[in-house]
């Protein structure tokens, strides 16, 4: 079974960098599609990215491309999502997500529980 | 970009009545690329259905999804209580992903 375990929660203040995590476990973590979903207080999902930890190729949403970073270390079968300088509007619930073994055109049938990032003065 | 608009906002109904939930797209896909999400509050989304009509793994069977090109609908055949929640659609044929604004299904 697929799980993906993200980091906790997190406080920060504009104009500084994060970088949280999500561990994948119960597979071959370097053979599925790892990515990040983002749930703005109150609003609907937004893809921002995904990545194949076989060979660190990423794509992203027009909307995140500059704006975020997806990586992975396959060492510890974890993928990342790192911010450079932060804003107030990226106050959010980040969830991992995979869309497990069908491969890149598939739904994102696992989830992770979700990382609350809060950025406030 | 697809954009992908739900309607309703809101649907309020009662346990046992029938639920029908609308997806259109802003052009045409293969239904094989189009998914239904449910989310209750304070948890992740789960995947509901996939390839238009898919159920996944564990969903009941009153879940059941149609449609093709622009079109596409979640129907809840008999709604148990714990069915009422936010409905998000999703395409996941072309780049970027995108999901629908959600649906709300609240208790009358």
């Known amino acids: 079974e697929v799980q993906l375990v993200q980091s906790g929660a997190a406080v920060k203040k504009p104009g500084e960098s994060l970088k949280i995590s999500c561990m994948g476990s119960?597979?071959?973590?370097?053979?599925?599609?790892i990515g990040w979903v983002r749930q703005m207080p109150g609003k609907g999902l937004e893809w921002m990215a995904i990545i194949y930890p076989g060979d660190s190729h990423a794509r992203y949403s027009p909307s995140f491309q500059g704006q975020v970073t997806i990586s992975v270390d396959k060492s510890i079968s974890t993928a990342y999502l790192q911010w450079r300088s932060l804003k107030a509007s990226d106050t959010a619930m980040y969830y991992c997500?995979?869309?497990?073994?069908?491969?890149?055109?598939?739904?994102?049938?696992?989830w992770g529980q979700g990382t609350l990032v809060t950025v406030s003065s | 970009e697809i954009v992908l608009t739900q309607s309703p906002d809101t649907l309020s109904l009662s346990p046992g009545e029938r639920a029908t939930l609308s997806c259109r797209a802003s052009?045409?896909?293969?239904?094989?690329?189009l998914a239904w999400y449910q989310q209750k509050p304070g948890q992740a989304p789960r995947l509901l259905l996939y390839?238009?009509?898919s159920r996944a793994t564990g969903i009941p069977d009153r879940f059941s999804g149609s449609g093709s090109g622009t079109d596409f609908t979640l129907t809840i055949s008999r709604l148990e209580p714990e069915d009422f929640a936010v409905y998000y659609c999703q395409q996941y044929g072309s780049s970027p992903r995108t999901f629908g604004q959600g649906t709300r299904l609240e208790i009358k």
């Open positions: 997500v995979s869309p497990g073994r069908d491969g890149y055109n598939s739904p994102f049938d696992s």
């Open positions: 052009q045409s896909f293969s239904n094989i690329y």
């Open positions: 119960g597979y071959i973590f370097s053979t599925y599609w």
């Open positions: 390839a238009a009509s």
